[in-house]
């Protein structure tokens, strides 16, 4: 069931050790196929050079093993509840990378402090807080994906505007329209953490990129403003500056 899938789910979680995102087995990446309401991500604690497509874990939308013969994540619960409320994404990476996890230590945004991270990310990526310890006993992962959600609902940000997101004391997910594009968010994401850390070390100035540099780089990446939608008079206004 669902090969092609568990091959390319497979293939992006072999570029987190290639691009430097995890340490020991500390990073998963998954992949859905919505129309099958399921999702592939890889089996919990394998070390990545001896996990092999076969050992991929197929899973529900409830969140159940449907095939497989090892322990999927011990994220996979946050996967579940991030494809059930977050419709538009297609693969979902999670990450220990430090410059990432050192933020989320320290239970701060990541600031839009260049065009690295504005290319990507519409606006500061965003930092979930801390788990209550009525969270906690009701299921940690679990409510790591609700925490996450009902945060980007306060905030009323588009998860495809900001495909990532840090969890407090525990570190970024990101999401993409694939699997690979998910991995490719999480290595932008922790060379921006890396970027706004020593930037911010640096000077006590505000260095926030403008906001028309955020717009201009979103309509850039998706042909209308974040604002506007396309037939709005302004979009053509800002599509004039382009
Ligand atoms: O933070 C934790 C565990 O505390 C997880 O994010 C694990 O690091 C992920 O490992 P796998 O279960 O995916 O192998």
């Given at each position: 069931m669902l090969e092609d899938l568990k091959q390319e789910v497979y293939e992006a979680n072999m570029q987190l050790p290639k691009l430097d995102l995890?340490?020991?087995?500390?990073g998963n990446v998954s992949g859905i196929d919505r129309e099958k309401g399921l999702f592939v991500i890889k089996p919990s604690g394998v070390a990545y050079e001896d996990?092999?497509?076969?050992?991929m874990v197929v899973v529900n939308l409830k969140g159940?093993?449907?095939?497989?013969d090892m322990n999927p994540s011990s994220d996979t619960p946050t996967h579940t509840y991030l494809y059930n409320h977050f419709k538009t994404i297609g693969g979902i990476t999670h990450t220990h990378s430090p410059w990432a996890v050192s933020f989320a230590a320290a239970k701060l945004d990541i600031p839009a402090v260049s065009t690295t991270h504005a290319d990507t990310f519409f606006g500061d990526v965003p930092c979930a807080p801390a788990l209550t310890d009525e969270q906690i006993k009701e299921g940690y992962e679990l409510n790591t994906g609700k925490v996450i959600v009902d945060e980007f609902d306060k905030r009323h940000l588009d998860p495809d505007a900001v495909p990532a997101v840090l969890v407090s004391q525990h570190g970024p997910f990101s999401w993409g329209p694939t699997p690979d594009k998910s991995v490719y968010n999480a290595k932008v994401l922790e060379v921006s953490a890396e970027i706004a850390y020593h930037g911010l070390q640096m000077t006590r100035d505000e260095i926030h990129v403008p906001q028309y540099l955020l717009d201009k780089h979103y309509y850039r990446k998706h042909g209308k403003n974040a604002y506007y939608g396309q037939d709005n008079a302004k979009s053509k206004d800002h599509a004039a500056h382009e």
């Open positions: 995890v340490t020991f087995t500390w996990m092999q497509p076969s050992d159940e093993v449907v095939e497989g």
